[in-house]
């Protein structure tokens, strides 16, 4: 009754060995563990962390009292929106960032050990807050918006000192977008328009310049011609140059009048030679 035919062939087989044999497989199959690309194992020994570190790919652990924590050390992103802090003027400013970090390998056992997997908020969240506003509380509101890429940087530079205290890297910190409240932004742009109507007006005042200058250079020189045609004038026979240079200009015609407009009588004055 204990016994069964597994077989085709009809062998009988017990039931505990079939058993003994899937253990066995279980058991084989606890010694070793797969670690995925980009992945650290951190090993953990019947609840505590051995400071074993398992890299890429098949790892043999003992079964039963080992467990692996696989933790992930590629280039991650951390986002945050529209976190308020203060510029140095005392203007709020609302910055939305990006930080691209990674888990040093060799200490991934650590930041399990200290923080767990909860080390985005546990850790990165309050640093970026406080880095954004240490750096904004450095400038005025409109020297962040003209050094933007300045503000990032020292972001990252405050960011990066507080992260490799728990094991981070801090790869690039991107400022996506900067807001200031309603107030101060109808301030800067009544400042613009004031600024581009000033250069307007100074632009107009100098073109009205330009053309009184044009006009004043254009009269110089008609009174310099009229200056040096009357003394050509004067040293060619004053008068007598006057006359002749009518007679040259004239066409050859006599100039006809009318005694009265009912008659219709004309009469041709003749020219004395």
């Known amino acids: 009754m204990n ?22 497989i279980l058991f084989v199959g606890s010694t070793f563990t797969i670690v995925g690309p980009g992945q650290r194992g951190v090993v953990v020994r019947l609840g505590q962390v051995t400071g074993k570190v ?8 003992m079964p039963i009292v080992d467990s692996v924590v696989k933790m992930d050390v590629k280039v991650q992103r951390f986002d945050i929106q529209k976190s308020q802090a203060a510029s140095k003027d005392g203007q709020s400013v609302f910055t939305t960032i990006s930080v691209n970090y990674s888990l040093q390998p060799e200490k991934v056992d650590k930041i399990y050990q200290t923080l ?6 546990n850790v990165i969240y309050p640093a970026v807050n406080e880095a954004i506003k240490q750096s904004t509380a450095k400038y005025d509101a409109v020297e962040i918006l003209q050094n933007r890429a300045e503000v990032g940087e020292m972001m990252r530079a405050i960011l990066q000192e507080r992260l490799t205290q728990h094991n981070i890297n801090v790869v690039a910190v991107s400022v996506n977008n900067l807001e200031f409240s309603e107030s101060f932004d109808n301030a800067l742009e009544a400042k613009q328009t004031a600024v581009q109507q000033a250069l307007k007006a100074k632009n107009d005042l100098e073109r009205v310049k330009f053309e009184a200058e044009q006009k004043i250079q254009y009269a110089k020189a008609e009174a310099e011609a009229i200056r040096i045609q009357a003394e050509s004038i004067s040293k060619q026979g004053g008068e007598n140059y006057v006359k002749l240079k ?28």
């Open 116 to 121: 767990s997997k909860g080390y985005e908020y």
């Open 246 to 273: 009518a007679i040259e200009k004239w066409d050859g015609k006599l100039p006809m009048y009318s005694t009265s407009s009912d008659s219709g009588t004309f009469f041709n004055l003749p020219l004395n030679r």
């Open 3 to 24: 016994q069964f035919d597994l077989s085709s062939n009809g062998f009988p087989v017990k039931k505990s060995f079939i058993y003994l044999i899937i253990l066995a």
């Open 54 to 61: 398992f890299n890429e790919g098949l790892n043999f652990k």
